[in-house]
């Protein structure tokens, strides 16, 4: 996976950002999702500290699905769902810079054993290139998300999803 040329660097005021490479799923209408499913599973088996807190999180099979299957994931249209489709290229380096960590408890008790002991959620940011005609990158949009994670019955933590996705004000130097 080191061949994916992720950067985890920080911003002009000395916050981590992950910044992915290229734009690996293009698509003016529809994002495809099953491939976006396909291609996290390559994480699956994952286990990545979080920098700030030293929690363990686990990358499992449901995660794929979720990622692309879920509610949120079904709602989002356009550049949002086109910029949680190429999210997925940075998903571990995500979850290292990962900050903000919060607990939630399971409220509508639907996820059962899945998350007995409830939710974590944490807040991340990365950057996307922005291509021109000629096929250069022309800047970068900054995003945050906020990274869905379950506290299991085992008492490990499962990355889940990633909800929330906005876009950052620009700030122009």
């Given amino acids: 996976m080191n061949n994916r040329n992720v950067l985890i660097t920080e911003d002009s005021s000395g916050r981590k950002i992950v910044v992915l490479p290229q734009i690996i799923f293009k698509g003016k209408r529809t994002i495809p999702w099953n491939k976006v499913e396909d291609y996290l599973m390559q994480y699956v088996g994952e286990i990545v500290e979080v920098t700030e807190t030293k929690d363990i999180v686990y990358i499992g099979k449901d995660f794929a699905d979720e990622f692309a299957g879920s509610k949120y994931t079904?709602?989002?249209k356009g550049i949002l769902a086109k910029t949680k489709?190429?999210?997925a290229q940075g998903i571990p380096e995500m979850v290292e810079i990962a900050s903000?960590?919060?607990w939630s408890q399971d409220y509508e008790q639907k996820h059962g054993k899945k998350a007995t002991n409830?939710?974590?959620r944490y807040n991340s940011r990365f950057a996307l290139p922005v291509i021109n005609e000629d096929g250069e990158i022309e800047r970068y949009n900054v995003y945050q998300a906020v990274?869905?994670?379950?506290?299991a019955s085992d008492e490990k933590l499962y990355l889940?999803?990633?909800q929330n996705i906005k876009k950052e004000a620009c700030n122009p130097s």
């Fill in 147 to 151: 990274l869905i994670v379950r506290c």
């Fill in 85 to 87: 489709a190429n999210m």
């Fill in 74 to 76: 079904r709602n989002l």
């Fill in 118 to 120: 409830g939710w974590y």
């Fill in 160 to 162: 889940y999803d990633v």
């Fill in 100 to 102: 903000q960590k919060r």
